[in-house]
């Protein structure tokens, strides 16, 4: 016959005060002190679990991000500048759902600070391969905007042509997508986004097209969902990885959202690193179809980088060496920049370099540039 642990406790309860107290108390008032004792005892081992629950808590708080300051000098120009300080904010709820979130804090010319969400999401972690992402998210196509970007990685004090805003490469979307990982074999591991979002416009001025806009609409103005991916394997033998983005959709035409056309995107991407030498580059394009009616054609935004970065044995410094080149309907934007980085720590880096830049029309300039970059 088996006994509970609550009947076993109340019966050695029981005894207890059986050996204290007179036979005669115990027939009038046995039960109601037990009963009086066991509650406190449940009691005190609620407090007890109670101030200990910080040792195993249900929910995990964590705060990232990275922040700059800069020092810009051109023909016409020498100005101190802050860059960015972009807080990332994680609130995870046991092993199954996490709230991510990054904001952008930004001064302009006249001192007036600017705030931006650069994304937040909902992730849902489904398993050990994929994770439902719900919300804004920074474009999974291609590897600069997702990976690479944030200042205190980008080796570089500037990012590549037509990797910015109103580029080649979209920046953000607001919808869902699945994202993870897999192992294809001792030798190959293998990692994938598959998303769905309100997609991307085309800016015109009258019935030309001059700039894509993706910062992460939250409506979608064509009535068409825009989808599409990347997929990627790594090679941990050869420290190389590579990577095709694709994507489909509609863009809406600003501003007004009253017109809309076609658009495809294709992207390829590689790193490889090879003990203190990091080569890595990449390739995009945009293509907006011509409008129904003839009154506009087909419009290509494509650019693309190779960058190449040494840092020397057992030393803090590092040299950089970035070419990239974005052609859009009104112009060919190409740039060069090359630069020495001192690494304080894996994520203090302070930068200077030379930046040459080229276009069709010849008002772009050369700028040298310092920054200082910090990763939390």
Request: aromatic content about 12%; overall charge negative; charged content about 20%.
């Amino acid at each position: 016959m088996s006994i509970s642990k609550h009947a076993l406790a109340k019966t050695l309860l029981s005894l207890a005060i059986a050996s204290a107290f007179p036979a005669q108390l115990l027939a009038s008032s046995a039960d109601d002190e037990i009963d009086a004792l066991w509650q406190t005892v449940e009691q005190l081992s609620q407090q007890v679990a109670e101030a200990n629950e910080w040792k195993a808590p249900n929910t995990l708080i964590h705060m990232a991000g990275y922040a700059d300051v800069n020092f810009i000098s051109t023909d016409t120009e020498n100005s101190f500048a802050t860059g960015s300080f972009a807080p990332i904010f994680h609130y995870q709820v046991q092993d199954r759902v996490m709230m991510g979130a990054e904001l952008a804090f930004t001064v302009d010319d006249m001192g007036e600070t600017e705030v931006e969400m650069e994304y937040f999401t909902i992730d849902y972690f489904l398993n050990d391969y994929s994770t439902l992402v719900m919300g804004k998210f920074l474009s999974p196509l291609g590897q600069f905007r997702q990976n690479i970007h944030p200042t205190w990685i980008n080796k570089l004090p500037s990012a590549p042509q037509g990797f910015g805003h109103g580029g080649a490469a979209p920046l953000a979307d607001v919808g869902m997508q699945v994202r993870g990982g897999f192992n294809m074999g001792s030798s190959i591991n293998a990692n994938y986004a598959a998303y769905i979002g309100n997609g991307v416009a085309a800016e015109m001025d009258v019935n030309d097209l001059e700039e894509a806009h993706s910062p992460g609409f939250n409506a979608d103005a064509d009535g068409s969902k825009n989808g599409g991916g990347r997929f990627g394997m790594y090679m941990p033998s050869s420290k190389l990885d590579l990577g095709l983005s694709w994507a489909t959709g509609k863009a809406a035409e600003m501003p007004g959202f009253t017109e809309k056309r076609d658009w495809d995107f294709i992207g390829a991407d590689f790193t490889w690193h090879l003990g203190g030498f990091d080569l890595r580059g990449e390739y995009v394009d945009q293509s907006f179809g011509a409008r129904t009616d003839g009154s506009s054609e087909k419009a290509d935004f494509d650019a693309y980088y190779v960058q190449a970065a040494y840092r020397f044995p057992a030393s803090k410094w590092e040299i950089v060496a970035r070419t990239s080149t974005y052609n859009n309907p009104d112009d060919t934007l190409d740039r060069i920049t090359a630069g020495v980085n001192y690494l304080f720590t894996s994520s203090v880096i302070a930068k200077l370099g030379f930046e040459s830049n080229d276009n069709n029309a010849g008002t772009a300039g050369d700028r040298i540039l310092v920054q200082m970059a910090y990763g939390f």
